[in-house]
């Protein structure tokens, strides 16, 4: 089983779309999500493995599947691919979703399908894909590079006499401070 067909089986799960007569989904449609997820997850997870994506031929190289981390690719495109279709319900349903009024004995009917869409969206696969996207580059390898990010830098020239703010020469003749000095 390829990387394909995989990735379609677990998306249409997701969707709740894997049904024997029914389904709302093609695959052309969902796999065309897929290599958009593919695409766009290069940039947020930080992998071992340099993917290659082309959309247009609907490759991904090297092959995830014969890959230390292909696993988790495929896991996070898929996850990707089906916050994407929520994230796309949820705005139709909200530009479709409204209020409802007639005059003749007066009826006002409104609906709240979009309030639970946006359940789904704050804890369905976009939380899933986002909590476990933090996990996975916080990960050993990831905090290593965010340490050597983030840790204190001092050089060894810094002379704060000269630099402008608080207590410095510049800020003693600033004429803004209004200081009695």
Same mark, same amino acid.
């Given at each position: 089983m390829?990387?394909?067909?995989?990735?379609?089986?677990? #998306?249409?799960t997701?969707?709740?779309?894997?049904?024997?007569?029914?389904?709302?989904?093609?695959?052309?449609? #969902?796999? !065309?999500?897929?290599?958009?997820?593919?695409?766009?997850?290069?940039?947020?997870?930080?992998?071992?493995?340099?993917?290659?994506?082309?959309?247009?031929?609907?490759?991904?190289?090297?092959?995830?599947?014969?890959?230390? !981390?292909?696993?988790?690719?495929?896991?996070?495109?898929?996850?990707?691919s089906?916050?994407?279709t929520?994230?796309?319900?949820?705005?139709?349903?909200?530009?479709?979703?409204?209020?409802?009024?007639?005059?003749?004995?007066?009826?006002?009917?409104?609906?709240?399908?979009?309030?639970?869409?946006?359940? #789904?969206?704050?804890?369905?696969?976009?939380?899933?894909?986002?909590?476990?996207?933090?996990?996975?580059?916080?990960?050993?390898?990831?905090?290593?590079?965010?340490?050597?990010?983030?840790?204190p830098?001092?050089?060894?020239?810094?002379?704060?006499?000269?630099?402008?703010?608080?207590?410095?020469?510049? !800020?003693?003749?600033?004429?803004?401070?209004?200081?009695?000095?």
């Amino acid at each position: 089983m390829s990387w394909q067909n995989t990735s379609l089986i677990m #998306l249409r799960t997701l969707l709740n779309d894997a049904s024997c007569s029914t389904e709302k989904y093609t695959d052309d449609r #969902l796999m !065309d999500l897929l290599m958009t997820s593919a695409y766009l997850i290069r940039v947020d997870i930080n992998f071992n493995t340099t993917y290659t994506v082309n959309i247009a031929s609907q490759t991904i190289s090297p092959n995830p599947e014969a890959q230390t !981390d292909g696993d988790e690719f495929i896991s996070f495109m898929v996850l990707k691919s089906a916050c994407l279709t929520d994230e796309s319900n949820f705005r139709t349903a909200a530009l479709l979703q409204g209020v409802s009024a007639r005059c003749g004995p007066a009826t006002i009917t409104t609906s709240n399908y979009g309030g639970y869409l946006k359940e #789904l969206l704050t804890a369905g696969p976009c939380k899933s894909y986002q909590t476990l996207s933090d996990q996975y580059n916080f990960s050993y390898e990831g905090k290593r590079i965010i340490k050597a990010v983030m840790s204190p830098f001092a050089a060894n020239d810094f002379d704060p006499g000269t630099q402008m703010g608080q207590l410095g020469i510049g !800020d003693l003749q600033n004429s803004h401070r209004q200081r009695g000095y």
